[in-house]
DNA sequence: GTAGGGTTAG
């Protein structure tokens, strides 16, 4: 009886369709006897243990009833899939004798929390009769994997929709950053419930269009506590809290969350005093608000303060440990962070990416991949934020092979490559050298932003393909893209590297008139590399002189450069005299300037330089390179003599180095062109870092694909000359990636033009 | 027992 009533209620207040299934299922009721009661008593049962994850204890009752209803079977199958247990749930759906609607509705549902999108649609398709949940629940299903265009299909073709469709169909644009089209399907509707209002008003929050926002706030019919605190934390986050603060103060309502909102405004916009007032004010906290008290403390580094709230919070969970972990990470106490995963109770998939990337960060890259594969052994299943992780790894030690291992397991997983883990697919294959994939997937991003386009942009411009890099720009301005001031220095940069001196020129003039883009720092600095590099050093100095910025160890850099290839070794001093006074520790510009010195014969001056470093005290940071193969990143520092192959290495150096000298190749060592790596004796240049890597690669990457080394510094000059030579005697192309950008290598030619 | 909006951790 009491399971009637209930049926009843809930029939109430949902659509019609749900209605007509709750009337049949009351006559099969009926049919039954005495112990309804008590078959409403065992399935409570059931729905209870389930929830609080005894699942073989609700199995022991389900098997023990002396009889079954379709209620029972369906509290099995959603206790299955809350406990994500979704092959026995599916067991159970084929075992069942009779299914009715919800039951269908229920696996439905299953499928799509799981994101098994094809089974569940061709579940959807097998359904003998679907009412609007089941519509709907398809409906989510797409929306949350991204697939619009599907998402909109099934709700032109829901029957009869409900109020949840119409959001779901708002909701799903507004999730998937479509604002433009989720404001054109508000405005085709007036009457749209509270909960749209409030959810077409959290899409221009997230857009950040707070002034839109405002439009859908003050418009709105009646507001609830969601209105407002959606409201405040777009201001608080936009670092508004002027404007939050007027509305915390005016709001009617003031629940967790809004306390909670202000606390972490406070804190994202670095009023730590505040953020602690309004902490200790609020009339109840809950553990999102001690962990956002929390964060506010480690971003200020005061990781002292941060560890006592920790410890003297009672409701601790599992983020408060990530954040505790995150903070340790990014104040550079990786060992902390290290003991405090370790020692948590209970791991999420957040507490991985912490760690993970908390090593990253700290510079253990290797341990970092090392643990994904710790990740994967613990059972962790992958997500967004884990796979963008390991992607940004992959792309800061340009570990390509496993790059694309976790893109093969993103596919398969079945993610949308939307923004931000197919922005990061993108870097990924840029860092790593590979810009053919990188373009592939470019083009396959479901959803390209300007970090998109820009990523892409600048990847092109780093590999030296200017020509690519501008068809990229041409093409965002067919599309109607608006550019921001990245662009615009991948733009500049990208002519620079392809030496169109005009075109540039003209860029950086119209930049402001024609796009909107304020000229900056970074765009002078680009267009006085652009000139400098056409041997334009006299405009490049003049601009310099006269822009209204004081130039910096960048800009002053440029020039250096400059300098260095068309040999003014006057101005180079002057531009390395005023990098020294910027930056007295800046190892590598002491090294450009005795190059310099060295390439006019200076070498009394090579000598000074060399005792001013020593007397400075500055540290030359050590050279090594790096090379992935058959998934092992294997490391080299000058001499290296630590590797295992190092005798088959030194040999075949020694044998290309035979043949480099029969294609006329002389070895720049009296030029004492160390550039980055400091050596004992000069014939230790024939063992640069990245020469003993590409020997490495050459004898170990099969023939036909291209050998990518990484190197943590400048490439030197005679490395360059010597790899290019490799080049073309081994017929294999290299891809090196040095600190400031990357050298395709084929025949003899690389494409940096000789100019970095 | 099935479908919808707002707060923290990456």
Redesign the pocket.
């Known amino acids: 009886m009491r399971?009637r009533l209930?049926?009843v209620h809930?029939?109430s207040i949902?659509?019609c369709a749900?209605k007509n299934?709750?009337v049949k299922?009351e006559g099969k009721m009926k049919t039954f006897s005495i112990t309804d009661g008590e078959v409403v008593k065992w399935?409570?049962g059931?729905?209870?243990h389930m929830?609080s994850g005894r699942l073989e204890s609700a199995r022991r009752l389900f098997e023990a009833m002396p009889r079954r209803t379709?209620?029972s079977w369906?509290?099995m199958i959603?206790g299955y899939?809350?406990n994500e247990r979704f092959g026995d749930a599916r067991q159970m759906f084929d075992a069942m004798p009779e299914r009715?609607?919800?039951?269908w509705?229920?696996t439905l549902?299953g499928y799509?929390?799981n994101r098994k999108l094809g089974d569940a649609r061709k579940l959807f398709d097998e359904m003998p009769e679907k009412?609007?949940?089941?519509w709907?629940?398809m409906l989510?299903g797409y929306s949350?994997s991204g697939f619009l265009d599907e998402a909109r299909e099934i709700f032109d073709r829901t029957p009869r929709k409900?109020?949840?469709?119409?959001?779901?169909m708002l909701?799903a644009y507004?999730?998937n950053g479509r604002i433009e089209l989720a404001r054109k399907l508000f405005e085709s509707k007036f009457d749209w419930?509270?909960?749209?209002w409030?959810?077409m008003m959290?899409g221009y929050v997230r857009k950040q269009r707070l002034v839109d926002a405002r439009m859908v706030f003050n418009r709105m019919p009646e507001r609830?506590?969601?209105?407002?605190?959606?409201m405040i934390?777009g201001y608080a986050?936009n670092g508004n809290m002027l404007e939050a603060q007027k509305l915390f103060q005016e709001s009617p309502i003031r629940?967790?969350?809004?306390w909670?909102?202000m606390v972490?405004g406070y804190?994202?916009n670095g009023m730590l005093v505040e953020a602690r007032k309004t902490f200790d004010e609020m009339p109840q906290k809950?553990?999102?608000?001690w962990?956002?008290m929390i964060?506010g403390y480690t971003l200020c580094k005061k990781m002292d303060m941060a560890k006592e709230l920790f410890d003297a919070m009672s409701c601790r969970?599992?983020?408060?440990w990530?954040?505790m972990?995150?903070?340790y990470a990014?104040n550079g106490d990786i060992d902390r962070a290290r003991s405090m995963f370790n020692e948590m109770p209970q791991r999420?998939?957040?507490s991985w990416?912490?760690i993970?990337?908390?090593y990253a960060q700290c510079g253990y890259s290797e341990e970092a991949l090392h643990l994904f594969i710790e990740m994967k052994r613990d059972g962790e299943r992958m997500?967004?934020?884990?796979f963008?992780?390991a992607l940004s790894t992959c792309a800061d030690i340009a570990a390509l092979e496993f790059g694309k291992q976790v893109h093969g397991r993103l596919v398969k997983a079945g993610y949308e490559m939307g923004c931000y883990v197919g922005n990061a697919l993108l870097a990924m294959y840029c860092k790593c050298g590979s810009i053919e994939e990188a373009y592939d997937a470019f083009e396959g991003l479901s959803e390209k932003d300007l970090v998109s386009w820009n990523t892409m942009l600048m990847g092109y411009a780093k590999h030296g393909f200017g020509r690519e890099a501008l068809k990229v720009f041409d093409l965002m301005r067919m599309k109607n893209i608006k550019p921001d001031d990245v662009t615009m220095v991948g733009v500049l940069s990208a002519c620079s590297h392809a030496g169109l001196v005009d075109r540039g020129t003209e860029y950086f003039h119209s930049m402001e008139r024609e796009y909107g883009v304020i000229v900056n720092h970074q765009h002078y600095t680009c267009m006085i590399d652009l000139l400098g590099r056409a041997g334009r050093l006299e405009e490049a100095e003049a601009l310099m002189r006269s822009m209204p910025f004081e130039p910096d160890a960048a800009t002053w850099g440029a020039l250096l450069g400059a300098s260095r290839i068309h040999g003014n070794t006057k101005l180079g001093e002057e531009a390395a005299e005023r990098i020294f006074e910027m930056e007295p520790d800046n190892s590598g510009m002491y090294v450009l300037l005795s190059n310099l010195y060295a390439a006019s014969g200076r070498w009394g001056d090579v000598k000074r330089m060399r005792g001013t470093m020593w007397d400075k005290g500055v540290k030359k940071v050590p050279g090594y390179s790096w090379i992935e193969v058959k998934n092992k990143v294997h490391t080299f520092s000058v001499g290296d003599s630590a590797h295992p192959d190092k005798e088959r290495i030194y040999a075949f150096l020694e044998e290309l180095d035979q043949r480099m000298k029969k294609e006329g190749y002389v070895s720049a060592t009296k030029m004492v062109l160390h550039d980055v790596e400091e050596e004992e004796k000069e014939h230790m240049l024939k063992y640069h870092s990245e020469k003993l890597a590409v020997a490495f690669g050459i004898l170990n990457v099969p023939p036909g694909r291209p050998i990518r080394v990484i190197k943590n510094l400048r490439v030197c000059e005679d490395c360059h000359n010597a790899i290019k030579c490799i080049s073309k005697i081994a017929g294999r192309t290299i891809i090196l990636r040095d600190s400031t950008r990357f050298h395709h290598f084929n025949r003899g030619l690389c494409s940096c033009g000789d100019y970095w």
């Not at 009412?131 to 089941?134: A, C, L, Q, R, T």
């Not at 409900?162 to 779901?168: A, Q, R, V």
């Open positions: 399971n209930r049926l809930t029939s949902r659509s749900c299934l709750n299922k399935n409570m059931i729905s209870e929830r379709s209620v369906n509290a959603s899939l809350m009715d609607l919800v039951s509705n229920i549902s799509v929390k009412d609007v949940v089941s709907n629940t989510s949350q409900n109020s949840i469709s119409w959001n779901g909701a507004v999730q419930e509270k909960v749209s409030n959810a959290a609830d506590e969601v209105s407002w605190n959606t934390t986050q629940d967790v969350f809004t909670t909102a972490s804190v994202q809950t553990a999102v608000s962990n956002a964060k969970n599992t983020s408060s990530n954040t972990i995150t903070g990014q999420d998939s957040i990416a912490a993970i990337a908390g997500n967004r934020s884990t963008t992780c």
